[in-house]
């Protein structure tokens, strides 16, 4: 059994949430570069330099790269044998957030209640999701989430009969729908089966990826790599002002589910794609 102090969770999930708001990841910020060489439409490829301009100076000055800087989103991996010493997990985690939200003068968007909409006033709590695994380590994956592209968010619990031309046109759907609103270009998390709550997981869990990691199953692998191609054929382009960088990357995870069901989840990533890990 291996002992970890909540001291260092509380340390290092601050360090996280700082450094997620401050740093647009390497990989994304290549996939823009990339993008951006590939771009033919004057504005798409202004709107592009302008993104990647203000990525240099949160970076050089350590400052949020968005005004929104999300409700904090953690992926917990636990190993079986690890034992949290000296108070919760849960709450070391939140204090970490609580700590980089205010020493890292980011914008506090919690509301403790969704109906009386009255402010934290520290960004907690998070949205932790847990999971046992064999070893003795402890992962953090810690997302901030904004809500330009959250609230683009879909489910829809399809007929079997629809298949995959089903999945096909509901990913497209929540694409066109969501238009500029979650600041593409974006990532579109997809989960398909499991429940209707197992499929929005999958949806938001997918968006962890890096930029050049695709499904491990070659068949949702290259449907990833269609539905990529057939979203950036809209035309919405980057902020939406037209072009053919719509989004970066389509990231698909799927569960098994029942006979009578086909549950699918649309979880939209604004251009900013934030998250970052940390292994204890």
């Known amino acids: ?23 647009l990841p390497e990989d994304v910020l290549a996939r823009l570069k990339k993008m951006r060489e590939e771009e033919d439409w004057e504005l798409a490829s202004a709107t592009l330099d302008k993104i990647l301009v203000n990525a ?16 904090v989103v953690v ?10 010493v000296n108070g919760s997990l849960e709450d070391a985690i939140n204090q970490g957030i609580r700590e980089g ?19 934290t006033k520290d960004n907690t709590p998070g949205v932790i999701h847990y999971n046992i695994v064999e070893g003795d380590k402890l992962s953090i994956t810690e997302a901030p989430k904004g809500f330009g592209s959250e609230n683009m968010s879909r489910i829809k619990m399809l007929k079997p009969a629809e298949g995959l031309q089903g999945v096909k046109d509901f990913i497209l759907e929540s694409v066109v729908l969501a238009g500029p609103n ?6 579109v998390g ?5 429940t209707f709550e197992k499929a929005a997981f999958l949806a938001k869990h997918s968006l962890m990826r890096d ?11 290259a449907l990833e790599k269609e539905m990529l191609e057939e979203i950036n054929k809209l035309g919405i ?44």
């Open 190 to 194: 997809v989960g398909i089966g499991g």
């Open 56 to 71: 240099e100076i949160a970076k050089n000055d350590q400052v949020a790269m968005c005004q929104d800087t999300g409700m």
């Open 101 to 119: 939200y205010e020493e890292g003068y980011l914008r506090k968007s919690v509301v403790k209640d969704p109906l009386d909409r009255v402010n």
């Open 237 to 280: 382009g980057p902020q939406g002002y037209g072009g053919k960088t719509t989004a970066f990357k389509v990231n698909i995870e799927s569960y098994p589910t029942h006979i009578a069901g086909l549950p699918v989840a649309v979880n939209i990533n604004c251009h900013a794609a934030r998250h970052k890990q940390v292994i204890l």
């Open 182 to 187: 979650p600041c593409p270009p974006t990532v």
């Open 75 to 84: 992926f917990v991996e636990m190993g079986q044998d690890v034992h949290i």
């Open 211 to 221: 930029m050049d990691e695709y499904s491990d199953n070659p068949f949702y692998e």
């Open 1 to 23: 059994m291996r002992e970890i102090d909540t001291g260092l969770i509380t340390k290092e999930v601050k360090r996280l949430v700082m450094e997620a708001n401050y740093f």
